[in-house]
């Protein structure tokens, strides 16, 4: 994996292993891209932030509110990120360092949140302002029960989950998909996430990795790579909706090939919640594609003032083991799921809110 050396500012991360082939004229392109704000931007940022109230309350005034805050960025570092959300050729994955805090931090929820003692909504800000950078915050009933921003903290019951209240596993590389009835759980899904850290997990050691599929489809051998573009396998639901809805029972999608689209540009699609190989060929497929992501991976340290934009559709992330205590300093991080666009989505679309689906 590629080690990131969050305490300097020029990424060590452009190995020739993680990079890709450019489209257009075949130089490489590094798929994890760093941004620092400068010491000045950030505590202006953080002032603006400070003073303005829950988002949750009136979100697309909010929302318009971020905007224009975040409108003040520098012009290199506001076309940095307009850059990664809207073009197919940048990289997969933000490093985002040296953002605004808030300056006193309640206990870490042990509910996995939301938390009721935040005093100051700056993490909220600098979570949903970058996100209004990428697109709009979209919620699902089924994750977090519709809410806009999503706490992922270690949940005592959850330690040993795929899922995002776990801690004592590896959570294996997936994207976040949504069940859907229509039998894609691929299409409605989230286009980017955006994970915010408030509070680091005690020892320092969780580790969130993201792998680029250019480099995994590089990494690969073609015959590999050839049965992952073929359509057999099923995704299965997510953990949460398996459990809430469909009584702990595995909900599969229709047959979907794992990677998908041009070779320079591809997708990736593979469900936390376990991916079903309808081939034996298939199975083995997908047991090199975790091993693949490994050794292509971006490694990284999140600390409080740091985010990650996470691209849902070029690669897959994971998490690495780690240690939660539940005395309420464990690790915090705050996350939205981002679309571009909310209209392909609108056939399910919740009669109370806009922005939160079925
Ligand atoms: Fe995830």
Not at 125 to 135: A, D
Not at 206 to 230: M, W
Request: aromatic share 6%.
């Amino acid at each position: 994996m590629t080690v990131i050396d969050h305490t300097t500012v020029t990424t060590t991360a452009a190995t020739s292993a993680a990079a890709s082939a450019d489209a257009t004229n075949n130089a490489p392109v590094r798929t994890l891209t760093e941004i620092v704000l400068p010491d000045a931007v950030r505590d202006a940022i953080g002032e603006q932030l400070a003073a303005l109230p829950d988002p949750t309350t009136d979100i697309d005034l909010a929302m318009a509110r971020y905007h224009q805050i975040f409108a003040g960025l520098p012009i290199g570092i506001l076309q940095q990120m307009l850059d990664f959300g809207r073009h197919i050729d940048t990289a997969g994955v933000g490093y985002v360092r040296n953002l605004p805090v808030d300056r006193g931090l309640p206990d870490t929820p042990s509910d996995g949140g939301p938390s009721r003692d935040k005093a100051s909504y700056v993490a909220e800000g600098v979570l949903l302002g970058l996100t209004g950078l990428l697109g709009e915050p979209v919620g699902f009933l089924t994750e977090k029960r519709g809410q806009l921003v999503h706490d992922v903290i270690p949940v005592a019951g959850g330690s040993m989950t795929q899922t995002n209240q776990g801690s004592t596993v590896f959570l294996n590389f997936h994207n976040d998909i949504v069940h859907d009835s229509i039998g894609r759980y691929d299409v409605s899904n989230p286009d980017f996430l955006v994970l915010s850290c408030l509070r680091a997990d005690h020892e320092g050691v969780a580790a969130t990795y993201y792998a680029d599929a250019r480099d995994i489809s590089r990494a690969l051998d073609a015959g590999t790579l050839e049965t992952l573009r073929s359509p057999v396998f099923r995704l299965n639901a997510p953990g949460s909706y398996v459990r809430e809805v469909a009584g702990g029972n595995d909900v599969l999608s229709d047959p979907v090939p794992v990677i998908s689209g041009p070779d320079d540009s591809p997708e990736i699609s593979v469900s936390a919640n376990g991916v079903r190989a309808m081939t034996s060929g298939g199975q083995a497929a997908l047991d090199r594609l975790q091993a693949a992501c490994r050794e292509v991976a971006h490694e990284v340290f999140l600390r409080p003032g740091q985010a990650l934009l996470i691209n849902n559709r070029k690669g897959l992330h994971a998490r690495s083991q780690f240690t939660a205590r539940y005395d309420g300093a464990d690790r915090w991080l705050q996350r939205t799921y981002v679309r571009r666009n909310q209209w392909s989505i609108r056939y399910r679309v919740t009669p109370d809110n806009r922005r939160v689906h079925f």
